[in-house]
């Protein structure tokens, strides 16, 4: 049985892939075969030569001019959105000539660099396979290629064609014949890898949403994903860097069970002490879940709306059924992204929670609560209405907070208004369920 492990593209995110990589190493996790597109190809070169510090110093001191003359750094690169052309069009003017001269930026530097990181004779002595993949240009023919396919003393040019994003990189020419970037076939090459003959694979994707979405679902595969976005592709500044090798580190924890959470990261031990809570949020959610479908029929204005605070709670699941514990974790989640807490941070809940309740403060700060203890229900959703127009949803979850408190707010009767207000429920309950 083969154990592969696929890594995706996406420039300076690959930074991503060495905390995975990471991970890997304190757990033990043996590979037989490696690929990978673009960065990818770098990062798998480098793990199929198992050399973890070389990468590591790599990503230490990554520059713009490691890539390109004349190197500016840009927010996202030019791949993602030509806006930063028009944004910064003075300090670009200089380069503009250059870049259609050669049909790209000038990345002449990327070959010494590849040159200094990739030791062909260590990729193919390794006992770990390796895999890339790049297409032909104007044809456009994907070249899925493993190692034995590569001819020797190729190795890095065919791994500098699996990099060659046209138009911020010029193509890259071997032989006769022009390459550009494998993402333009297959950003993250799953395929190949079983073609390989990987049995089992861990993918490393670098990006918010799966890039193969079938591969997500398979049992054989593990997907190992952010759910923040890593910045621009194109984006050297240093502290970015480290903060994706420390999420790509978390979140392979995460995937492993080492870490709990879906968009925030929770020490295993906080989260099972809190059995007590947790049973109490459900409790919530059903009794509110209850309300909403008595008597076998929606209280809403549109059928399928009842799902809308449910949905919250479900996503990030990935399509897997959630326990008790998701969903009182989903809830911490959701209250924490209304007040602003650090999604980059590992958490105590317990303490998670306790600054979340300090954050609420007392009942005079809200006024609005009064909304939900009247009948006036078209007053209401006007009033709501402008707040929601005000981005006021630390404002609103006190208000709501503080009239459930006080134990004024029939919530048969404002089950109505209660639904424009799904993520602002959702974090009262999580609230109340701490107390």
């Given at each position: 049985?083969?154990?592969?492990?696929?890594?995706?593209?996406?420039?300076?995110?690959?930074?991503?892939?060495?905390?995975?990589?990471?991970?890997?190493?304190?757990?033990?996790?043996?590979?037989?075969?490696?690929?990978?597109?673009?960065?990818?190809?770098?990062?798998?070169?480098?793990?199929?030569?198992?050399?973890?510090?070389?990468?590591?110093?790599?990503?230490?001191?990554?520059?713009?001019?490691?890539?390109?003359?004349?190197?500016?750094?840009?927010?996202?690169?030019?791949?993602?959105?030509?806006?930063?052309?028009?944004?910064?069009?003075?300090?670009?003017?200089?380069?503009?000539?250059?870049?259609?001269?050669?049909?790209?930026?000038?990345?002449?530097?990327?070959?010494?660099?590849?040159?200094?990181?990739?030791?062909?004779?260590?990729?193919?002595?390794?006992?770990?396979?390796?895999?890339?993949?790049?297409?032909?240009?104007?044809?456009?023919?994907p070249f899925l290629l493993s190692k034995d396919k590569i001819p020797v003393g190729l190795l890095k040019d065919y791994i500098i064609a699996s990099s060659s994003v046209f138009p911020a990189f010029p193509m890259h020419k071997i032989g006769e014949e022009t390459f550009v970037d494998g993402c333009y076939y297959d950003n993250l090459?799953?395929?190949?890898?079983?073609?390989?003959?990987?049995?089992?694979?861990?993918?490393?994707?670098?990006?918010?949403?799966?890039?193969?979405?079938?591969?997500?679902?398979?049992?054989?595969?593990?997907?190992?994903?952010?759910?923040?976005?890593?910045?621009?592709?194109?984006?050297?500044?240093?502290?970015?860097?480290?903060?994706?090798?420390?999420?790509?580190?978390?979140?392979?924890?995460?995937?492993?069970?080492?870490?709990?959470?879906?968009?925030?990261?929770?020490?295993?031990?906080?989260?099972?002490?809190?059995?007590?809570?947790?049973?109490?949020?459900?409790?919530?959610?059903?009794?509110?879940?209850?309300?909403?479908?008595?008597?076998?029929?929606?209280?809403?204005?549109?059928?399928?709306?009842?799902?809308?605070?449910?949905?919250?709670?479900?996503?990030?699941?990935?399509?897997?059924?959630?326990?008790?514990?998701?969903?009182?974790?989903?809830?911490?989640?959701?209250?924490?992204?209304?007040?602003?807490?650090?999604?980059?941070?590992?958490?105590?809940?317990?303490?998670?929670?306790?600054?979340?309740?300090?954050?609420?403060?007392?009942?005079?700060?809200?006024?609005?609560?009064?909304?939900?203890?009247?009948?006036?229900?078209?007053?209401?959703?006007?009033?709501?209405?402008?707040?929601?127009?005000?981005?006021?949803?630390?404002?609103?979850?006190?208000?709501?907070?503080?009239?459930?408190?006080?134990?004024?707010?029939?919530l048969e009767k404002q089950m109505n208004i209660l639904v424009y207000l799904p993520h602002e429920v959702a974090a009262v309950l999580f609230l109340q369920s701490i107390e």
């Open positions: 049985m083969k154990q592969a492990i696929v890594l995706s593209g996406g420039g300076t995110k690959g930074a991503y892939e060495l905390g995975v990589w990471r991970l890997l190493n304190e757990l033990r996790i043996s590979y037989d075969i490696v690929t990978g597109t673009s960065i990818g190809s770098i990062n798998g070169a480098l793990m199929a030569m198992e050399d973890y510090e070389r990468c590591e110093q790599m990503w230490e001191n990554l520059t713009m001019e490691d890539m390109m003359v004349d190197g500016i750094t840009l927010a996202n690169s030019v791949t993602d959105t030509m806006e930063d052309f028009y944004n910064q069009k003075q300090a670009l003017r200089p380069y503009l000539k250059k870049y259609l001269k050669n049909k790209g930026l000038d990345n002449s530097p990327f070959t010494d660099f590849i040159e200094k990181q990739i030791d062909e004779e260590r990729v193919r002595a390794s006992s770990i396979d390796f895999g890339l993949v790049t297409v032909q240009f104007p044809s456009l023919t090459p799953i395929d190949l890898a079983v073609n390989m003959g990987a049995h089992d694979i861990i993918a490393v994707d670098l990006h918010t949403t799966p890039q193969h979405p079938n591969h997500f679902r398979r049992p054989y595969v593990k997907t190992i994903m952010p759910t923040q976005d890593l910045g621009g592709v194109l984006d050297f500044d240093k502290q970015r860097i480290q903060k994706n090798i420390r999420l790509g580190y978390m979140d392979a924890q995460k995937a492993y069970g080492k870490l709990k959470g879906f968009t925030y990261y929770f020490t295993p031990e906080s989260v099972d002490a809190m059995e007590k809570e947790v049973r109490k949020f459900c409790y919530g959610v059903a009794t509110g879940e209850a309300l909403m479908m008595q008597n076998g029929k929606s209280k809403l204005e549109k059928a399928g709306d009842v799902y809308r605070m449910f949905h919250l709670f479900e996503q990030y699941a990935n399509n897997r059924t959630l326990t008790k514990e998701d969903y009182f974790i989903r809830g911490a989640e959701i209250c924490g992204d209304i007040f602003g807490m650090d999604q980059s941070k590992l958490y105590d809940l317990r303490e998670f929670a306790k600054e979340l309740h300090d954050k609420i403060g007392p009942e005079d700060k809200y006024p609005d609560r009064l909304l939900f203890e009247t009948d006036n229900q078209r007053n209401e959703i006007k009033r709501l209405s402008e707040l929601k127009m005000e981005d006021s949803s630390v404002y609103l979850t006190g208000c709501l907070y503080h009239a459930m408190k006080s134990e004024t707010l029939d």
